[in-house]
């Protein structure tokens, strides 16, 4: 208590995030360096950006008012060809990687069979949705299929990712309490572990649903078909309005997905 | 009940009113996704789709072996990727705390007027991709790596703003009434009652969104905003799948190193 009498007059100070003082000193020096450094090698052309701005103003202006009317048509096919695409592509894509996520949990899954979906998984979460859209679209022509085929491998990814640490985090007697009663290896995944992760699974399909619309929107860009397609059309021609027009659109459903997943959710669990 | 003799009955998991909700739930999911389905179909040309085993094959040919000496030219472009999610996430975070301080139940100055808007704001950011907002931006200020830095913080605003609010309104309220009880003023609660508690969790999101970040500017380039989407875009359209392949290669190897950096540091947090 003497020692801490001697200090009482220091002023009490809020514990630090990172404890030691030593490694919070140099990582604000290497982010420092850093920043630095990406000043000096990033060439940003100030004056291009300048000028850009009265241009960007006009450009802003140009969205304004919104066009729902000239492209409607346009618009609303585009908007039915993603849902079409979200709706096959999202259960499509948790159909296949149940197998997948299944065998990539590492408590259950043999050795050999747990590096191959991992490694599935890893090449299906490494690509951004579009680069395998550009892919896809060369393998199998323009249009939604390849949007489909896009969407569900990259589902596939997500959904069996979180599936497999999910069954690593489940509770291990239970599972272990249906195998006692001599269940067969489909019962006990039937009874044992499915129950256990289903809920939250439900949650991740219908977040993954929200994911798939978002991501339809813009595989288009590349030629996977979907509202992403009229988007660029509006762009490549200048139809800025008819462009704000799509993307309000976009905006309302994608927090029509969300509003109802979250409903769904709060109903299922 | 016990009209029936006990062993006649089988266990069942539900009800058999359950039962025949969950069986009508799924005759519609499967009509749903039939329809769905035949829709697509009706637009694809299935020739393209049966062919695709034999253009996959002819595809793989060649892009192998990458061509590595490319190498070379591709340090440039992956150091601007990484700058553009690193740079684009530090925004994005520093403009997602006043958002999400906004749209806390618990903290923001308005419930009936400021929350309903700094939650317009984070559905919208979220709502567009990251492509689009590059789209447009290179329209407003040309191609270039900033395009890219502005595309990724408008949308990892609303990402970093969601989880962060959801964290402020999950903090235990008896720390803040303390230290409101020692007659602290408003912006001092919030720097010692609710900062505290929420930092370790934006630490985490952060850290979290520049993984992210890493794999979403990898296509910035495709529409012009600068890393290394410019090469592979170009790449492509000069047909060099050998190219292609190393292009490919290192976004992997980038994806895969900016994962494992931002698993050791949650760990470390948490």
Request: charge should be positive; hydrophobic fraction near 55%.
């Amino acid at each position: 208590m003497t020692a801490a009498s001697a200090v009482s007059s220091r002023r009490w100070k809020k514990p630090a995030l990172i404890k030691s003082a030593w490694l919070r000193w140099a990582l604000a020096i290497c982010a420092v360096i850093y920043f630095v450094s990406v000043l000096q090698t990033t060439p940003v052309n100030w004056t291009r950006v300048w000028e850009g701005l009265p241009r960007g103003a006009a450009f802003l202006a140009a969205f304004f008012p919104p066009d729902f009317v000239s492209r409607w048509d346009e618009i609303a096919e585009g908007i039915a060809e993603s849902l079409w695409m979200t709706v096959v592509s999202t259960v499509v894509g948790i159909a296949l990687s149940i197998p997948i996520g299944v065998g990539a949990a590492k408590n259950i899954a043999p050795a050999p069979v747990y590096y191959f979906c991992r490694a599935v998984l890893a090449v299906s979460r490494s690509f951004q949705e579009i680069i395998l859209a550009i892919f896809f679209v060369k393998l199998f022509g323009f249009g939604p299929f390849a949007g489909f085929v896009t969407l569900s491998f990259a589902t596939i990814g997500f959904y069996g990712k979180l599936l497999a640490e999910d069954i690593e985090d489940m509770d291990g007697s239970q599972a272990e309490a249906v195998r006692a009663s001599g269940a067969s290896w489909l019962q006990w995944i039937n009874y044992g572990v499915q129950p256990q992760v289903m809920p939250r699974m439900i949650g991740l399909g219908l977040y993954r649903f929200d994911i798939n619309f978002r991501e339809s929107a813009v595989i288009g860009i590349v030629g996977g078909g979907g509202i992403g397609a009229t988007l660029n059309t509006a762009f490549d021609r200048y139809e800025f309005d008819s462009a704000a027009a799509i993307i309000i659109v976009i905006i309302a459903i994608v927090m029509l997905c969300e509003y109802g997943s979250g409903y769904l959710r709060r109903w299922v669990q | 009940m016990m009209a029936f003799p006990p062993q006649a009955r089988t266990w069942q998991r539900r009800g058999s009113r359950t039962q025949l909700m969950i069986w009508a739930a799924w005759l519609v999911g499967v009509a749903l996704f039939v329809g769905c389905f035949q829709l697509i179909s009706d637009k694809t040309i299935w020739a393209f789709v049966w062919d695709a085993p034999q253009q996959a094959g002819d595809l793989a040919v060649r892009m192998v072996p990458p061509d590595w000496l490319y190498i070379r030219t591709l340090g440039r472009p992956i150091w601007d990727t990484i700058n553009i999610a690193t740079i684009g996430t530090a925004g994005a975070v520093a403009l997602a705390i006043p958002v999400a301080y906004c749209a806390a139940r618990n903290t923001t100055p308005s419930v009936s007027v400021v929350r309903p808007i700094a939650l317009f704001i984070i559905v919208s950011s979220r709502s567009i991709n990251a492509l689009i907002w590059a789209l447009m931006l290179v329209t407003i200020i040309g191609p270039g790596v900033i395009a890219g830095i502005i595309a990724i913080a408008m949308r990892s605003i609303g990402f970093c703003a969601k989880l962060l609010y959801e964290a402020i309104e999950e903090i235990d309220t008896g720390q803040v009434d303390a230290v409101r009880a020692t007659g602290a003023s408003g912006a001092q609660v919030t720097a010692y009652g609710i900062v505290p508690q929420v930092l370790p969790a934006f630490a985490g999101i952060s850290v979290f969104r520049w993984d992210i970040n890493i794999r979403e500017s990898t296509v910035l380039g495709l529409v012009g905003a600068g890393g290394i989407g410019l090469e592979l875009n170009a790449a492509i359209t000069q047909l060099y799948w050998t190219q292609v392949s190393l292009i490919l290669l290192v976004i992997v190897g980038t994806v895969i190193v900016s994962e494992w950096v931002s698993a050791k540091i949650r760990h470390a947090i948490i």
